[in-house]
Every structure is written in structure tokens, then in C-alpha cells.
């Protein structure tokens, strides 16, 4: 019984290779921009909300004064 060589010259498809290849480094950089953009998307949108907060909002006393235990 002969066994198929899977590197065999007849399966072996340089284009679908290239395909393979390029897909994988494709959804690579899209993973990569996504981890680096979400949070960088996700500061700019609260600074963007924060710019429609009143003034008073921004410079009013911290609503939890007891949050923060300084043992002294």
C-alpha cells in the first residue's frame, strides 16, 4: 500500500500558501489593533463624555471622603 506524501509536489499550491499566510499575519494585525486601539477608543469617548459635564460636576467634593484609609 502506497502512502500520499502531504509535501508532494501535486498537492503543494504556492498561491494557497501565500493565502494561508496572509490571512493569518491579517487577523494577527487586526487582533494587535484592536488591543492597542479599544482602550485608547475607550479614554477618548469617556474624556469626550466628560466634556459635557457641568463645571460644578468637575470641582465638586469627592462624594465617598471615607473611601481612602491613610493609617498614620
Known amino acids: ?3 500520499k506524501d502531504p509535501f508532494s509536489d501535486t498537492q503543494f499550491d504556492p498561491k494557497e500558501v501565500r493565502s494561508n499566510i496572509f490571512m493569518q499575519m491579517a487577523k494577527g494585525a487586526l487582533l494587535a489593533s484592536i488591543l492597542f486601539f479599544g482602550p485608547v477608543v475607550f ?8 466634556t459635557f459635564l457641568p463645571p460644578d460636576s468637575k470641582q465638586a467634593a469627592d462624594p465617598t471622603p471615607d473611601s481612602f484609609v491613610m493609617d498614620e
Open 1 to 3: 500500500m502506497e502512502t
Open 43 to 50: 479614554i477618548v469617548v469617556l474624556y469626550f463624555a466628560g
